[in-house]
């Protein structure tokens, strides 16, 4: 496959672990294949996306698992070039720049980003890449707050303004995060009631800051089962996506989507229960990972 014969879709489920797709019903993604177990290189968005767009995708282990273009060891998509011997032989399209962004925009790629996580705000780190264009339409805060969210905050509900921002394009890369799988893990349809007590309690004890909360078992799951409801609606919300994409673009389609890192849903990590991310557990560091062509 040459990747530069493709128009490049990478979307990111954010905080999306690899239980959750096994748990969910995903149509859509199950038609194309379905995800494949693989391992971030972060613990949270930052880090994570930032070896994503120097050329690092999760990477699958198991090799019963293993397929061309999942794992470094067997090839690579795309990767920097640096000008080192190895890479005279390599599957991989090479780029020319510091990261991957710059490089496609080289190659005359129109960069199209959108995302609704606080860290794609404008100002924040990954804002900084080459983008020809980007939407946020997440919250202006400096971190996402636990309290419900309405649907125009999620970048898939804006399927239609997305897609003609392609306009006349040729050639593009188009990059989207999906904010439903990050807590409070809502779609714009409220929390569930026996949740909300707790809201507050996990909001502040997020991410390696005191994790002994005393939360129920049953609250665990059931704010699980709310990350698994919100990968649904990704799914059915991203076929939305992919029809407009279809029908706009005069070549076939590479689609890419991933968890950029995983969730602790009160599950022990270094013998004490665990809420959230930035810490290396297994379900932090193993997500979800699809790569595919459309015709």
Same mark, same amino acid.
């Given at each position: =496959? #040459? $990747?530069? +014969?493709? #128009?490049?879709v990478f979307i990111t489920i954010d905080s999306c672990r690899y239980d959750t797709y096994r748990w969910a019903d $995903?149509?859509?993604? +199950?038609?194309l294949g379905g995800m494949k177990p693989a391992w971030t290189h972060g613990t949270y968005t930052v880090p994570a996306h930032t070896a994503f767009f120097c050329g690092h995708l999760p990477a699958v282990l198991e090799p019963? %698992?293993?397929?061309a273009y999942y794992t470094e060891a067997l090839g690579r998509l795309f990767r920097i070039q640096t000008g080192r011997s190895e890479e005279k032989n390599t599957k991989?399209? @090479?780029?020319?720049?510091?990261? *991957?962004?710059?490089?496609? !925009? &080289?190659l005359g790629y129109y960069l199209l980003g959108a995302g609704g996580v606080t860290q794609f705000n404008e100002g924040s780190q990954l804002r900084t890449y080459p983008w020809s264009d980007f939407f946020y339409y997440g919250p202006d805060l400096d971190e996402e707050p636990m309290q419900e969210r309405c649907?125009? =905050?999620?970048?898939?509900?804006?399927?239609? $303004?997305?897609?003609e921002a392609l306009g006349t394009h040729q050639k593009w890369f188009l990059f989207l995060n999906c904010p439903e799988t990050h807590y409070p893990y809502d779609v714009g349809e409220g929390f569930k009631e026996e949740v909300k007590p707790y809201l507050?309690?996990?909001? #502040?004890?997020? #991410?390696? !800051? %005191?994790? +002994?909360?005393? *939360?129920? $078992?049953?609250?665990? &799951?059931l704010l699980h089962e709310m990350q698994i409801e919100a990968l649904e609606s990704v +799914? &059915?919300?991203?076929?939305l996506l992919l029809q407009e994409l279809r029908a706009r673009s005069c070549r076939p389609l @590479?689609?890419? *989507?991933?968890?950029?890192?995983g969730e602790n849903f009160g599950e022990p990590f270094e013998g004490r229960p665990r809420w959230g991310h930035l810490f290396p557990s297994p379900e932090v560091m193993k997500v979800p990972l699809l790569i595919c062509t459309i015709e």
């Open positions: =496959m #040459n $990747t530069a +014969d493709y #128009n490049i $995903t149509p859509l993604i +199950d038609s019963s %698992e293993r397929a991989a399209l @090479l780029l020319d720049g510091k990261d *991957i962004i710059a490089g496609f !925009r &080289k649907t125009q =905050m999620f970048p898939l509900s804006h399927y239609q $303004t997305i897609s507050s309690l996990i909001r #502040n004890h997020l #991410n390696l !800051r %005191e994790p +002994d909360l005393g *939360i129920p $078992t049953h609250i665990s &799951k +799914d &059915k919300n991203l076929q @590479l689609l890419i *989507i991933c968890g950029d890192h």
